[in-house]
């Protein structure tokens, strides 16, 4: 068990709609980071969020946003869903600022957009 | 741009038989390199790391890595293979020294037979 929560597990929904996938990071951690996996894109990085703030931006879509609350937890939210969304979304969160320090996955949000 | 090559998609090694997993990068500076795990439905997992220093890496679970910056490799091995080591293994260069991006190979499919 990393110590990272993800919920729910599966979300099947429809295009055009709009889901909240949550994270809560292990105890402790400030960086909360959240990475696409799909068959043909591999592992994508999205975003990061350090105490609150956005501190890095990969391949995030417009129609995603994501936000840190003051008490750590972290929710990605993805909007007008099209089918190409459909993937395993992870959480990740560490102690620091950089992915250079060891990254705790959470099991992920498996999205499937019908 | 840097990238992460992992060649070999699936690999199949008997039980006992021993096992290297190809990892190639591309990078501009001296790159912070990572091997992660994926056991089925779970989140990735730290096995080792190189930064600097001594290029041949100790992981978790008897994994080693070497880094060899004239091949622009840093190639997985394990000189005995376990039942539980069938997984899906990812291979990660931090882009930049900030360290606030992880890009990953595609990730090479380990099935071990007995």
């Known amino acids: 068990d990393s110590g990272v929560t993800q919920t729910p597990k599966h979300l099947i929904t429809a295009t055009g709609q709009r889901v909240t996938l949550r994270c809560s990071p292990r105890s402790g951690d400030l960086s909360v980071y959240w990475y696409q996996q799909s068959l043909d894109q591999g592992l994508q990085f999205l975003i990061q969020?350090?105490?609150?703030?956005?501190?890095a931006k990969g391949n995030i879509l417009e129609r995603f946003s994501a936000q840190q609350f003051p008490d750590l937890h972290s929710e990605l939210n993805l909007s007008s869903l099209e089918l190409g969304d459909s993937a395993l979304y992870f959480c990740a969160s560490n102690t620091g600022t950089t992915t250079n320090e060891k990254l705790f996955f959470g099991s992920g949000t498996q999205l499937s957009v019908l | 741009a840097q990238s992460v090559t992992q060649p070999d998609i699936h690999i199949t090694v008997s039980e006992g038989a021993s096992l290297e997993l190809r990892c190639n990068y591309s990078y501009g500076a001296t790159p912070y390199l990572f091997w992660y795990v994926q056991s089925p439905g779970q989140g990735l997992q730290l096995l080792l790391k190189y930064f600097s220093g001594d290029t041949l890496v100790q992981g978790i679970k008897g994994f080693e890595a070497e880094f060899k910056r004239s091949q622009s490799s840093f190639n997985l091995r394990k000189p005995s293979v376990h039942w539980s080591d069938a997984a899906e293994y990812f291979c990660a260069v931090g882009a930049n020294q900030a360290g606030t991006a992880l890009i990953f190979g595609k990730g090479t499919t380990l099935s071990v037979s007995s």
């Open positions: 969020y350090y105490n609150g703030e956005e501190r």
